[in-house]
């Protein structure tokens, strides 16, 4: 049955998407969509379902990337992606933890959508230039030149972190600890000197509206948010895009959720989200799949 294929395949296909779209809801959305088109396709002619679905999901989530494009332009504020709860098992495969990190899927943001579906298929993926081609319609000498610049627009940006462990556990707890008790002088050990904090807040909830740059300037912004009365609320630690994070719970349910970026001991990165819309599905943990069956 059709169906059966793309069960098996899904976690790939997902994890495609996902990365192309930087939203479990696009994604699930194009997987959606793939599936119709699927269940139409006569088995007997597909000899490979595994590349051929790939294919199938490229192509819609190129189509999807383009239409929303214009959406997040007109987002109010700073759009974060949609974050999803990862099972620990995901910081074992570092190209798999790193490429779904807030810190990567913003670098993938500024890329065309032609760029970034090359990007995730070649380097994440490892796709040949010749399965990419097949995927997107282009020529593979065009492929060929499109990974070379797309690689080398992120490899410049890109900002390095350290997965979820105990280790990092313990420097999001004493951060916490120092904002709840105003220990500026803790919180400034805590921050590198670049330190960036963003949040997103989709103009639905309270939020700073741009990022947030410097140890004194995130600093002052993480003991103005503390005496709001966040650093009572109660707070569980989670992994989420492979990162270390904190859940702020009101009533038992989850008001925010704050990803860090840690980076031979210090927080490089504070990632904030706040929008209601993308907290959604974040209790539940996906599964993400690099290599497939």
Known sequence: MPEDAFTEHRPLLFTIAYEMLGSATDAE??????????????????????????????????????????RREEYVGTWLPEPIRTAPEVSDDAT?????????????????????????????????????????????VAVRQTAHRARRHVLARRRRFEPDSGATREIIQRFLRAAATGDIQALMDLLAPEVVSISDGGGKV????????????????????????????????????????????IGGELDWLLAFEIHEGRITGLYGIRNPDKLRSADTVLRLDRKGP
């Open 96 to 140: 798999l933890a790193e490429s779904v990190s807030m810190a990567v899927l913003l670098v993938l943001e500024t890329l065309n959508p032609t760029e970034r579906a090359v990007f995730v298929l070649h380097e994440v993926f490892g796709y040949a230039h010749g399965e990419i081609a097949a995927a997107i319609g282009k020529t593979e």
């Open 206 to 249: 309270a939020a700073a509206r741009h990022p947030i740059t410097g140890r004194a300037d995130v600093t002052r912004f993480a003991l103005g948010v503390a005496r709001t009365g966040a650093a009572s609320v109660p707070v569980e630690h989670a992994t989420y895009n492979g990162m270390p994070a904190a859940r702020f719970l």
């Open 29 to 70: 959305d194009v997987l959606q969509e793939s599936y119709l088109r699927w269940s139409q396709v006569d088995p007997a002619t597909v000899e490979h379902p595994r590349p051929y679905l790939v294919r199938l999901v490229t192509r819609q989530g190129l189509n999807h990337l383009r239409a929303v494009r214009a």
